[in-house]
């Protein structure tokens, strides 16, 4: 072998050695540096399940999850419509699918997160008036969905708080939540007195995860915000955030009840469960055990023979108050937080119990005397009344805003003719829907508070047409209205003044009740002879906010 031969062969074989102890040393490196990221992964999850219950842990698992359901949901969005414009008819036939699926993905993503994200996702499907329906139909079903907890919670905490378990602090206590929901549980117990209270437990971990996942959610429709410039929703966390705070407060909503109690004291037929103060703290709420049927339970409320008619006035009264006279609004009176009973002290006389006081709304002054007047101005047919009070409630569409409120038409007006044509109702069909284009355009601008209002007169009208509407719901919170701009007077000029304002209102009243009726009926005769199809829904606005 020629000497150039052996010494390339022996350069070789020292660039082979030097190549072989260089990747030795850099996978030495490598499994080194592996070994200790995973120690230090190792040990802080030790350290984060021996100190926080590994809640460090499952807060990145819950927003690896979140993070990949917003990515899925903006891919599905760009895929499915690419190419595809608003009006070409395939678009408005494939963005409802994508909703569907859209809301899904995020229905399972709360029911996985549970707790804030549950709460997040029922606010959300409760703004229904400008969410697309199909989230609004997928995200309801979180409102009968709670947390899984663990066995022993309820213990534990109680022994945190009170520093002693539920038995010792009570004379007895259920452990078998008679309801739940996303941020609490509810128990029956005994009082060492004798005294049967509903006990309301907060899951014991909310408070802990509540920033973080407040943090996370807030980021991610920032995110969402960044990639899709049409999406402009981001203000409903904003509005949710500072509320659900509150709700995590249990002594704020003790206090609430007993503001509620205080403002309804006049009204006999409204009670409000009494708090136990010295077996309440933030996250454990007692108040007095109410027996009673929901003002949804149609076959209970027959069983006890009371009279529907009676219910629905006094719902509406109760509410027509605190909206007009106290200002101090039950942010969510849904058929759950709405019981029914005997009253005690009267059999006689049925009685409503106000649930659930976690979540109110402090209208100011001059919106309350605002609405009052303008409500007013529509039982008078003042049009310039309405316009004027409408725009000190920053509302630019008086019109639509009083159909908004009365949920019919403002200006009612019999048909000429005793035969109604399939080209009649289609061009009555056609002014309805008009009217609820400037309706959800009229919503969209109002100013949140009177979104509650409104959210609030729309419940309580969901549970009265669910009775049959056997109360003319428009004269009763007219009336109310009426009497907060009237209180009572001393002196006879002022007697006379406010009777005279009264008997006048209580007049035009009776007159827009009476067309209104007049004007139904005859619709209805028409399409009961045949010489109309059914016009029905035409007569009503139905506006879910």
């Not at 004798?194 to 309301?200: C, I, R, S």
Request: net charge positive; with cysteine.
């Amino acid at each position: 072998m020629s000497s150039v031969a052996r010494s390339v062969r022996y350069l070789a074989v020292r660039r082979f050695h030097r190549q072989s102890e260089s990747a030795k040393g850099r996978f030495s490196l490598a499994r080194t540096l592996g070994y200790s990221i995973a120690g230090l992964v190792t040990g802080a999850a030790a350290f984060d399940g021996a100190v926080n219950e590994f809640e460090n842990i499952q807060g990145a698992h819950r927003f690896i999850r979140s993070f990949g359901i917003g990515v899925s949901i903006s891919i599905d969005y760009a895929w499915s419509l690419r190419g595809l414009e608003e009006g070409d008819g395939k678009y408005e036939t494939v963005l409802p699918e994508v909703h569907r699926r859209s809301a899904k993905k995020l229905l399972d993503g709360c029911l996985a997160n549970g707790g804030l994200y549950i709460k997040i996702g029922q606010g959300v499907a409760a703004i229904n008036h400008i969410i697309p329906k199909e989230y609004v139909e997928t995200l309801r079903q979180l409102e009968d969905k709670c947390l899984n907890r663990q066995p022993g919670e309820v213990r534990s905490l109680f022994v945190d708080d009170f520093g002693a378990p539920p038995e010792q602090v009570f004379a007895s206590f259920q452990y078998e939540p008679i309801a739940a929901a996303s941020l609490a549980q509810v128990f029956r117990a005994v009082t060492h007195a004798g005294e049967p209270v509903a006990v309301k437990v907060q899951y014991a971990d909310l408070r802990k995860r509540f920033d973080g996942d407040l943090r996370t959610i807030m980021f991610l429709q920032k995110l969402v915000a960044l990639v899709h410039q049409n999406y402009n929703f981001g203000w409903i966390i904003d509005d949710l955030q500072g509320t659900l705070r509150e709700e995590l407060d249990f002594v704020h909503e003790g206090k609430n009840a007993e503001r509620c109690a205080k403002d309804l004291e006049k009204c006999e037929c409204i009670y409000v469960p009494k708090v136990l103060w010295n077996l309440t703290n933030e996250r454990i709420l007692t108040c007095e055990y109410i027996e009673g049927c929901k003002i949804s339970d149609r076959q209970s409320i027959d069983a006890q023979h009371m009279d529907l008619c009676e219910i629905d006035r006094q719902l509406f009264m109760a509410f027509g108050r605190q909206i007009f006279s106290t200002g101090f609004v039950h942010a969510d009176p849904h058929p759950g937080n709405v019981f029914v009973r005997k009253d005690p002290a009267n059999p006689k006389r049925l009685q409503l119990v106000l649930l659930d006081h976690g979540l109110y709304e402090q209208l100011t002054p001059g919106v309350r005397e605002n609405l009052c007047h303008f409500w007013e101005a529509i039982v008078l047919r003042d049009h310039a009344g309405m316009e004027r009070f409408a725009k000190k409630l920053n509302v630019s569409d008086y019109r639509t805003f009083a159909e908004i409120l009365l949920q019919r038409p403002l200006e009612l007006k019999g048909p000429a003719k005793t035969r109604l044509t399939e080209q009649d109702l289609a061009y009555m069909t056609k002014q309805a829907k008009e009217h609820f284009d400037r309706i959800m355009n009229t919503l969209r601008s109002m100013p949140r508070n009177l979104i509650l209002v409104i959210r609030n007169l729309n419940t309580i009208r969901s549970i009265a047409r669910d009775h049959g509407d056997p109360s003319d719901r428009p004269t009763i919170l007219a009336r109310c209205a009426l009497a907060a701009l009237c209180p009572s007077q001393s002196g006879l000029r002022s007697f006379l003044r406010v009777t005279y304002r009264r008997l006048r209102f209580e007049f035009l009243l009776w007159r827009q009740s009476f067309h209104y009726w007049l004007v139904s009926n005859f619709l209805r005769l028409l399409t009961r002879i045949g010489r109309s199809p059914d016009t029905s829904h035409l007569m009503n606005i139905q506006i879910n906010v």
